[in-house]
């Protein structure tokens, strides 16, 4: 009620005392077929009082830099915002150590501290600190005078996907290409050695190139992994041999969803698909046999499997699709190989079944603290940071000639001076990236990259389940122990650490499931499902 109340008066303030307010918006053809919501007129920053100088805090995860160059950057940056809308911006950097708490903690102190917030649906509890009070209300009113860009270029279903209870809590990262969905990136020349000539595209491509790595390069361990993929292995297995389409956020396990074809039939594959899980417990012995990792993958906590990856001492990296773009070119400085005819190829979870659903939207979205002192001000920041060209580079890849430069095709490079220890800069802006003023980055295999992309728009579903808000109040410890037995069970099968046979192993694991209320717990996502969709 607060909160609405404060909208409500700042939509008071916005009639009363602008004269060229925003009027309700009308619905325009997007460049992508979609409709973007459009208001009819925009206030100008001139329009509206900035007398006043104000400070604007941004709260993004990750560790603070300690090397000056961001400063410097906010320097520069700062004396654009200055100039545009009086205001200067500050970081507030959220450690990755405990950072989903501290995070939370930071939001429910409401003492000003913040005012834009990074967050995201799936990862950083933006329904729950929606729901707990943390975030503003945006109106439209608000929007389309102190965000009018952004406003205009979100069309209108995108903005439907960021309410809680009828009303906008978050600006989505809806202009940004991006896959998260994960994979196991490979040496595709190795693959081809091993006779896979158009490099790995199932499982059991995976067996025969970890297989014949090892028998030929006896030295290299083929995936030294520190056995903590287990999860993402385990789901990519399913996804892989099935139109399931998982749930975010309810646990890591992504244990609950639909398909492709009944999307709000809720089911739980884990208890439901049992065959396929034995033929996936199998296949993780037979991997454990081969060699793949090393006898003590689940104690094995000093890996660094990517970087030893980068210089060619492993064979394979588990992960998403976006550090696969990192590593797929000779010419990136990430990419050390000795060998000049190293490739990199991409086996992405699902490409058996054509089985990909596109990131949410609000993977990544920018909120503003209730608490925050000046949001209309930090309303007009963030409009200038997601659209404005200058202040677009600046954030996003610092000062050029220091951190960027562009080579004579227009894309992106570092400079010959760069030095990432004394000029890198850190703002973690995953919040408003905006493909419109994106620079493509040199150092990448762009011809891979788009094939990649390109495939993935061919046979890719959105996220469907955008707009369910579960209520886990009542299930949550049934849910933490289900989380608990999964992760106790699945390091074993996916690492096939596992006694007796893989039936066995499947079947104690179900029945664990069952016994801890998998079942009711399906129950009770299903009557919310039945609710909202049907």
Not at 53 to 65: A, D, L, N, R, S
Not at 142 to 155: A, D, F, I, Q, R
Not at 196 to 213: I, N, R
Request: hydrophobic share 35%; net charge negative; with cysteine.
């Amino acid at each position: 009620m607060k909160k609405k109340l404060m909208a409500l008066l700042l939509a008071g303030a916005m009639v009363l005392g602008l004269t060229a307010c925003g009027t309700a918006g009308t619905a325009a053809p997007s460049a992508d077929g979609g409709d973007k919501t459009e208001a009819s007129s925009g206030a100008e920053a001139g329009d509206i009082d900035t007398s006043e100088h104000v400070k604007v805090v941004y709260m993004t995860t990750g560790g603070k830099p300690t090397n000056g160059a961001t400063e410097e950057m906010l320097e520069k940056l700062n004396a654009i915002l200055t100039e545009k809308v009086n205001a200067e911006l500050e970081i507030y950097y959220i450690d990755w150590t405990d950072y989903l708490s501290v995070y939370n903690l930071t939001l429910a102190q409401m003492d000003g501290t913040v005012d834009l917030v990074g967050t995201a649906t799936d990862w950083l509890d933006a329904w729950p600190n929606a729901k707990n009070g943390a975030f503003l209300e945006l109106s439209e009113d608000m929007l389309k005078t102190y965000c009018p860009k952004t406003w205009e270029s979100v069309p209108a279903d995108h903005w439907d996907m960021c309410k809680y209870d009828g009303e906008i809590y978050l600006i989505p990262e809806d202009n940004y290409a991006q896959w998260t969905n994960h994979g196991f990136i490979y040496r595709l020349d190795w693959a081809k050695e091993a006779g896979l000539a158009d490099g790995v595209h199932k499982w059991e491509d995976l067996t025969t190139y970890f297989d014949y790595v090892k028998k030929t390069y006896p030295d290299i361990i083929p995936w030294d992994s520190d056995g903590t993929q287990y999860s993402q292995m385990a789901g990519g297995w399913i996804v892989s041999h099935s139109d399931y389409v998982p749930i975010d956020g309810l646990n890591a396990g992504a244990m609950w969803g639909g398909t492709k074809d009944d999307l709000y039939t809720v089911y739980s594959p884990y208890v439901t698909d049992t065959d396929s899980l034995v033929e996936y417990a199998k296949m993780m012995k037979e991997w454990d046999n081969i060699g793949v990792w090393k006898t003590d993958v689940l104690n094995n906590t000093n890996s660094d499997n990517r970087e030893d990856y980068r210089v060619g001492k492993v064979a394979a990296e588990q992960h998403h699709t976006q550090t696969w773009t990192d590593l797929c070119s000779h010419t990136s400085n990430n990419t050390i190989y000795e060998d000049p005819n190293a490739e990199s190829g991409f086996f992405y979870f699902g490409e058996e079944a054509k089985n990909v659903v596109a990131l949410s939207i609000t993977h990544g979205a920018m909120a503003v603290s209730a608490a925050s002192k000046n949001p209309e001000r930090a309303l007009m920041v963030y409009d200038l940071l997601r659209n404005d060209k200058d202040c677009y580079e600046l954030f996003n890849y610092g000062v050029q000639g220091r951190q960027w430069d562009l080579d004579e095709n227009g894309l992106r490079i570092q400079p010959e001076s760069y030095n990432a220890d004394t000029d890198a800069i850190t703002t973690n802006f995953w919040w408003g990236r905006n493909d419109d003023l994106e620079i493509k980055d040199a150092t990448r295999n762009w011809e891979a990259i788009d094939k990649l992309y390109e495939e993935y728009n061919n046979i890719k579903i959105d996220y469907p389940y955008g707009q369910f808000i579960p209520d886990v109040d009542n299930i949550q410890a049934q849910i933490n122990n289900i989380s608990e037995i999964h992760t106790n069970y699945m390091k074993q099968i996916s690492f096939g650490k596992y006694t007796g046979t893989a039936e066995e192993i499947v079947a104690e694991y179900q029945e664990a499931l069952k016994a801890a209320g998998i079942d009711d717990v399906t129950a009770e996502l299903q009557r919310q499902i039945d609710e909202l969709y049907k």
